[in-house]
Each structure stands twice: as C-alpha cells, then as structure tokens.
C-alpha cells in the first residue's frame, strides 16, 4: 500500500471485538494471566509492551518501511535507548550538523561512561569515512540538519561504512535522525541506514501537544536489543500520548505537503529582501548538495534558516515585530513557529563550536506552520520593515 494509506491503517483497522474505528487507549498498566508464565494476549506489564504502543509502532514501522519501530518518551529517550548499545572505549562519529541536545547527550552524559564522539571534519560521506576508527561502533547523522539544513549522501555514506569493520569485527552502525524530512519525505532505511531515529514531538504528532520519540529497524537483533533498553530504561510512550501521535500521523502526509509548499513560498520571499543576508534552504537550487533532494527525499519539511542583516539586537526588534509566527523551541507543528539556535536549540553547543558550525547569533530558523503562506510572508515583511525604523 502506498505512504497516504499506510497513514490511516496500518496498525489501526477497527477493533475486532468492538468494531470502534479507533484504537483504544489502554488505560491500564498490568495484564492478568492465565497461570504462571501464560500471558493472556502477549501483554503482561504496559512498561514492557501494550496495545497503544503497540499499534503507535506498527503504524511507525510502516511508514519507514521498517520491520519494527519501538516509541519512547522523547526524541531523547529514544535517542538514549540506541546509546545504551554502547560500551565504554566505543566510538561515536558524527558530524557538526547535529541537533544541539544529542551533542550534549554524547558530551555531558555519555563521554563520561568512556564513549568517545569523533567529529567528521566536513559533512560528507568522505570525510565521515575518513573518521571511522577501529572504536567506531555508531555513526550519528542527521539530513537535512538542524538548523542549516546540511544535506548528506546518506546511500553513499552507507556505502562506504559497508565495508568498514570496527576491532569487533562489526561494521559500525548508521544512524540517521529523520526527524525533519519525516517518515513522509524520507526513508533512510532504503537508503542503507541501520537505524531511524525521531523526536515524534515535531512533525509525526504534528500538533504541538505531545513529547515523543522513536527507532525503527529492520534488523531482529539489534531489534531485541533496543527493545530490552526500552523497557529497562522505561522511558516508554504513554497511551494517550500514543493515541495523539496515531491521530497526528493520519495527516501527515497532507500536513507535510502545505508545510513544504509554505516553505518555497517564504524562503523566495526572504531570499529577494534587502535586511535579509543569507537563506537557507535546500530546495534552491544553487544550494550546496542540492541534487540530493531529488536523489532521496520526496519533498522538503517546511523548515527555513535565515540570518538577518544586524546583530542580536535587530533579531530581538524582528521578533518583536512579528504577530503571527511564535517565538518558542520545536518545529513541525501546524502553527508556525521560529526559534534563534544560538540561544535555544542549540545553546548547548559551546560558543566556539557554534561559530564553527555556522549558528551565529542573527541566524533564525523559522517553522512553517500550515497557515496560507500570504499571511506569513505578510507577517515577516512587516518585521523586517520594523527593523529598519
Ligand atoms: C527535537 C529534536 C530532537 C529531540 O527530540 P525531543 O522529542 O525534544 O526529545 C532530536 N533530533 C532532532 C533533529 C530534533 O529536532
């Protein structure tokens, strides 16, 4: 069945002994048995595994194209549950385009269990081979990143970690978090990944009401793996919350096609305005990597970064000249949001390795909502002329 479809049904046809068109939520967080070691249904303790959570993953798996998908609490937790594979002297490599709360869970949590991260020196599938150690058990990407929108050859990068053995004898696993392009622009395990990751909490739920994250693989061992860090870790997805996404994920792929629209319409518009210095945006076509949206995305999330001609002080008049776009952390919700990475999402980075990377601080990423794209050009024109008077 196609990705439309696979939204509304896979993991949620009608209750068989209701007939109710939705899935319950499974208020309920034991299972009794029949005996000792005779579970009823394959439930016996909601934290190991229980209906909701079970269609949410089966609804998850489908749209990756993946055979299993397993929901946590967060992005991070889900993000934790694949750190825990890890043991002390393993190496993570990764690449300077990544979210700013995984760089400090690598940093502040993880380093200091003996896990050591590896920065490719650029984002590219060269240089994140040319990183690859005889430690390196995870590779960690994103495509396209946060907030620059870096776009990798994630086929290609696969490809030259295939052949790649770590001291154990294991090819190094490849993450990619595929929280922005969403399970509807993007399939990293066709293109090779081990692993998807997500944080639910931005384009899947949609509504900018839930906190949530997911993995999805193809593999069965590394599966029962992640799967005992789920329930040992117990940073599992609440039912409602499981419901809330389920509902989410029915439009997304509706929902992604009007982010993704809005976001061509806005980033033409501040790529022509004169207080504007720099857009970024990978559906342009002199944008770096460009190709590679056609190569593996089928379309853009509606995600754009700018920076803005002045200082703080300008992006703090801006923000305050806006009516319509909301100042707040996230993305991917059906109200359009706009953060400033270096003070938000990406405040965990230290100021040198922002500078690095790009995030200084008149960059501005803004998160198209599913408004009409006329009311949220009108919006930033509007600010952007209040920065000037
Ligand atoms: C938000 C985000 C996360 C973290 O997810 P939470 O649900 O906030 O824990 C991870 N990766 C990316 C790319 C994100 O945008």
């Given amino acids: 069945m196609k990705f439309a479809t696979l939204a509304v049904h896979a993991g949620q046809r009608p209750d068989p002994q209701t007939g109710a068109v939705n899935v319950a939520v499974s208020l309920t967080s034991t299972f009794q048995m029949d005996g000792i070691g005779k579970l009823r249904n394959g439930f016996e303790y909601a934290r190991s595994d229980n209906p909701s959570r079970r269609a949410l993953e089966t609804t998850i798996a489908a749209l990756e194209g993946g055979k299993h998908a397993l929901s946590f609490a967060s992005g991070q937790a889900a993000s934790t549950a694949v750190l825990d594979l890890l043991e002390p002297n393993d190496e993570i490599v990764t690449t300077s385009n990544i979210y700013g709360g995984t760089y400090r869970l690598f940093h502040k949590v993880y380093q200091k269990y003996g896990i050591t991260v590896r920065v490719a020196e650029k984002t590219t599938p060269e240089s994140i081979q040319a990183a690859l150690s005889e430690k390196t058990v995870l590779v960690w990407t994103e495509s396209p990143s946060n907030p620059l929108l870096t776009l990798l050859d994630l086929a290609e990068t696969a490809e030259r970690i295939q052949k790649f053995r770590n001291k154990k004898g294991e090819k190094p696993l490849l993450l990619v978090d595929n929280t922005f392009p969403s399970p509807a622009f993007q399939n990293p395990l066709a293109l090779g990944a081990d692993i998807v990751s997500h944080s639910c909490t931005k384009y899947i739920g949609g509504h900018s009401d839930v906190i949530g994250g997911a993995v999805v693989v193809n593999d069965e061992t590394l599966w029962q793996q992640l799967k005992f860090y789920q329930n040992a870790g117990g940073a599992v997805q609440g039912p409602m919350d499981c419901y809330l996404l389920q509902r989410g994920l029915r439009t997304l792929p509706l929902r992604m096609k009007k982010h993704e629209e809005n976001a061509y319409r806005v980033a033409e518009f501040l790529r022509g305005h004169a207080q504007v210095e720099e857009v970024f945006f990978p559906g342009f076509e002199d944008f770096p990597n460009h190709q590679l949206v056609a190569k593996q995305m089928r379309g853009l999330p509606g995600i754009v970064s700018f920076k803005i001609r002045g200082d703080l002080e300008t992006v ?22 706009l953060c400033h990475p270096a003070s938000m999402t990406h405040a965990a980075l230290p100021e040198s390795e922002r500078q690095k990377v790009g995030i ?12 009409d794209a006329d009311d949220l050009i009108d919006d930033l024109q509007n600010a952007l002329e209040i920065v000037n008077n």
Avoid at 316 to 328: D, K, M, N, V, Y
């Fill in 360 to 371: 200084t601080d008149n960059l501005i990423r803004l998160s198209m909502g599913i408004e």
């Fill in 316 to 337: 703090h008049r801006f923000f305050a000249g806006l009516r319509l776009f909301i100042l707040a952390e996230s993305l991917g919700g059906v109200e359009s949001l």
